[in-house]
């Protein structure tokens, strides 16, 4: 059975840095797609970042620069390092994998999520 666990959410003030890890289980992470997700108050869930099997990995333009996207085969995690947060990145956020789109936010599998708060 396919699990997700996200970690390491949290508090932090504006230009502060996070890493968010998603430990995965039932299968091995580095034969699928493997992505981040986010969903903040009264808004849509909108695609952070998606690691393909092989290729470069791709990042939502608001993202772009500030978040990057690891694996450790090894450990069969997921990373999220967010740098220079923003108030506007608040928000809970979701790791994914399988069939991976960021636009639209598409996902076979889905963890339950991490709560990232940024002050400003």
């Known amino acids: 059975r396919v699990q997700l666990v996200e970690s390491g959410g949290g508090s932090v003030q504006a230009g502060g840095s996070l890493r968010l890890a998603c430990a995965a289980s039932?299968?091995?992470?580095?034969?699928?797609?493997v992505g981040w997700f986010r969903q903040a108050p009264g808004k849509e869930r909108e695609g952070v970042g998606n690691?393909?099997?092989?290729?470069?990995?791709s990042y939502a333009d608001s993202v772009k620069g500030r978040f990057t996207i690891t694996r450790d085969g090894a450990k069969n995690t997921l990373y999220l390092q967010m740098n220079s947060l923003k108030p506007e990145d608040t928000a809970m956020y979701y790791c994914?994998?399988?069939?991976?789109?960021?636009?639209?936010?598409?996902?076979?599998?889905w963890g339950q999520g991490t709560q990232v708060t940024v002050s400003s």
């Open positions: 994914a994998a399988g069939g991976i789109t960021l636009t639209p936010p598409t996902a076979v599998y």
């Open positions: 690691m393909p099997i092989v290729g470069d990995t």
């Open positions: 039932g299968f091995t992470i580095t034969h699928s797609s």
